[in-house]
């Protein structure tokens, strides 16, 4: 009974990088949306050669800041949001290759054991 609960830890582990797997594109394309608004925020602070001060909002209040402080700020979220998708496209490619490994394991596992996949296939889902 020990063997087989470890057998079907690794097949519900391969459901687990499934499902992160199904979720990545969706947090990289939000990325990838704040890379592009941050960009256009930074192209268009960086473009504004009338003013010295421009206004910006937090919480809910107004302040004027230095254009140069609004423009080091902005180019440094841009920085951050470049990185957070590389980081994200790596560990898509890492789960990529777990999920394949984990794949090849559960096969080879019910190769070897018949008995487990006939147990595995009469097992109900709820």
């Given amino acids: 009974m020990q063997l087989m609960g470890c057998k079907l830890m690794n097949a519900f582990e ?62 440094q979220r841009l920085d951050d949001s470049e990185a957070a998708i590389t980081s994200l496209q790596t560990s898509k490619e890492y789960l990529e290759k777990q999920l394949a490994e984990v794949e090849n394991n559960i096969r080879e596992l019910l190769q070897q054991d018949p008995g487990l996949a006939r147990q595995i296939m009469s097992m109900t889902v709820m």
């Fill in 14 to 75: 391969y459901f687990d990088v499934r499902r992160v797997r199904c979720i990545l594109p969706t947090w990289v394309g939000k990325m990838e949306g704040d890379r592009t608004f941050e960009f256009y925020v930074w192209n268009e602070t960086t473009c504004c050669f009338r003013f010295n001060k421009l206004m910006i909002f937090i919480g809910k209040l107004f302040v004027l800041e230095p254009k140069s402080v609004m423009v080091v700020e902005q180019k």
